[in-house]
């Protein structure tokens, strides 16, 4: 079964694009939905232009893309062609010497069953989008996701907007991200919304409430430090990897706490990190 994500127009697509990292290394499939705000916010921050038909390439491109440095033009990932090589003459064949009478080769052992075999996993990133994501519309409210019978883990909706966080919470369905937040609600189902935006206005934190009091789990995008954080990339990946633990979803996103304290500032751990 597939989870769903949603993105919403709120500032924080390295955050979607990290859990989207997250659900595909783990070989989970993916329906997609981006709200029209967010193509906008994808625009603004990365330079990619979203395509509800064409999707594939500027998703490979923003799943790829190092966090803080310009996203190349679609043109411009192409490999360059290769130069002509010079055609160089083979070498004259030389007649073979006579060959040593072979040795009988004795009898092979019997081999042993083989273990089944494990699922293959995409071997790349362009490999993983091909097979595990589908994208819908915002405007689609026949997608699969809008129907409870459609059957998912549930959704994450990452980043979530204030206005995202109030549609859902009052169950307003103006577009195919609320409505297939709703239906994980109503089916009880795991909702794992993440809300950027600081600070909260009264009528956002009671919208959080609801949500709570409806179960979902209101996961906002609050990094760690403990983990040994030494790059922006990092601490995004420790806010995805939070939100793939409230999703149940296992990952290697981040060090966890052991309960020793400066663990992660050793060498031999920086090192780990950094290799």
Known sequence: MPWVVGVSGA?????AAAVLRGLLAAGLPVDLV???????????????????????????RWLSAPLGEPV???AATSPPARPAQPVVPAPPVLP?????PAEPAEPAEPAEPAEPAEPA??????????TLVTVHASGNLAAPTSSGSYRTHGMIVVPASTACLAGIALGLSKDLLQRSADVTLKEGRRL????????????????MLTLHDAGAVVAPASPGFY?????????????????????????????????????ARRPDQAARRTG
């Open 192 to 207: 794992v919304v993440v809300p950027r935006e600081m600070p909260y206005t009264g009528a956002t934190l009671r919208h």
């Open 121 to 130: 996993e995409p071997a790349t990133l362009a490999a993983a989008v091909e």
């Open 72 to 74: 190349p033009d679609a």
């Open 34 to 60: 981006l709200s029209r705000a967010a193509r906008l916010t994808l625009l603004d921050e990365t330079g990619i232009a979203w395509h509800d038909v064409a999707w594939q390439q500027p998703l490979e």
């Open 227 to 263: 983990a040994g954080a030494r790059t922006a990339a990092d601490l995004v990946d420790f806010v995805a990897g939070r939100v793939l633990d409230a999703a149940g979803v296992d990952h290697a996103l981040f060090r966890r706490w052991t309960g020793e304290l400066g663990h």
């Open 11 to 15: 500032s924080g697509t390295p955050y």
């Open 96 to 100: 073979a010497s006579p060959a040593e």
